[in-house]
């Protein structure tokens, strides 16, 4: 999956003005326990790293995140 400058921007427009838990338990054994250092460090690794096909699985993290807080 390739992500554009529009995909990050809207990624960081949902996490700015979503409250966001302290954690999140994404699946059975899979847990963020500090979601908003979680967010930070995957938007700037996104940004700096665009492009970059091994870098594609932190935008999919952050997507699954997103999806999982909407739901």
Sequence with gaps: MKYAD???QEMEDFFSTAELP???ELSK?????DLKAFVFSHLAIIKLRKGVGIFE???ERLLFVKNKLTA
């Design 29 to 33: 054994g899979s847990k963020i326990i």
């Design 57 to 59: 699985v932190f935008y």
């Design 22 to 24: 302290q954690s999140i």
């Design 6 to 8: 529009k995909d990050i």
